[in-house]
């Protein structure tokens, strides 16, 4: 595996397979902001109150809503060989970065796991499981009660957000080549240049969101690709009829009574130089994890969420 930066600083890794490419794209990214690559992790695998404090616990909550780190470790074993291979180079890539460089410091992940890329699948400015809003989690959770869509709309529209992309044909263009351009409306440096090769046959250039492995905006020598965001229809929520019986939730689907599932975890959160614990029961039914109230009514909110 070879790492050479151009005039303009952009990593180009070369590796003998895409596992080998994996390994030096994430070095080449902790060499560039390690911090970026941090944080994006943290708040992915739900740990971001021992960084931030008590009020991130409820994007901790919500992490875990939607998957567990024995959900994620499950989720890798069952992976098809080739993914394991790039998820194993993305963990050593980092931890041999941090090896090689004692002089910087973990806030919180000490040693980067395999199974981890699993809750950081997304390559989207926070993706899909940020249009889950932690302040209705919280609302639930904490007190039991309902807060109104409203808030959470007046707030979302507060400023356009977005992305652009335009596609101009070859006859269109000056060189007579296509031309694919996009202004993702992230913030500055959200998202590093690269360019990956292997001799396996990959050879892309373009942005990764800090701490994945796959290009998310660029091309390769036959096709080119950018993502916008947008209101589509992407998530589903449903209200459940809930009947409690002898300490137990269940829910009505049909002419059925099904058994609301629930789990104990429990969160750490920072206060001052201590690191404190908080723990939470959360519900699922078989559309997704409860995540607010609607009135009285249980409110399950299905995501595109499968890593």
Request: charged letters at 25%; glycine letters at 8%; aromatic letters at 14%.
């Amino acid at each position: 595996m070879e790492i050479i930066r151009d005039d303009f600083g952009v990593p180009h890794i070369y590796g003998k397979s895409d596992a080998d490419a994996v390994f030096g794209l994430l070095y080449a990214q902790c060499e560039d902001d390690f911090r970026r690559v941090e944080r994006n992790y943290i708040w992915a695998i739900g740990r971001l109150a021992e960084l931030e404090g008590e009020e991130a616990l409820y994007s901790d909550l919500r992490a875990n809503l939607y998957m567990t780190e024995a959900e994620a470790k499950e989720a890798f074993e069952i992976a098809p060989d080739w993914l394991k291979e790039l998820c194993v180079a993305f963990a050593d890539g980092i931890n041999y970065y941090l090896h090689t460089h004692p002089e910087v410091n973990p806030q919180v992940i000490t040693r980067y796991e395999p199974w981890m890329p699993m809750f950081f699948f997304e390559g989207s400015i926070g993706g899909d499981i940020e249009s889950v809003s932690t302040e209705r989690i919280k609302a639930f959770y904490e007190e039991n009660k309902a807060l109104a869509s409203m808030e959470e709309v007046e707030d979302i529209l507060t400023e356009p957000q977005g992305s652009n992309g335009i596609a101009i044909a070859p006859s269109l263009s000056e060189s007579g080549n296509a031309m694919l351009l996009i202004n993702p409306h992230t913030s500055f440096y959200f998202r590093p240049e690269v360019h990956v090769v292997s001799e396996e046959g990959l050879n892309v250039y373009g942005a990764v969101t800090w701490g994945q492995f796959f290009v998310y905006q660029g091309f390769n020598e036959k096709t080119g690709w950018i993502h916008t965001s947008t209101f589509a229809d992407f998530k589903d929520e449903f209200e459940e009829e809930i009947v409690e019986s002898e300490g137990r939730f269940h829910y009505k689907y049909g002419e059925e009574l099904r058994e609301v599932a629930q789990q104990s975890i429990v969160l750490k959160y920072k206060d001052g130089a201590e690191l404190k614990e908080k723990e939470f029961t959360f519900y699922r039914t078989h559309h997704g994890p409860i995540t607010h109230k609607n009135g009285e009514k249980w409110v399950a909110t299905k995501i595109n969420w499968d890593p």
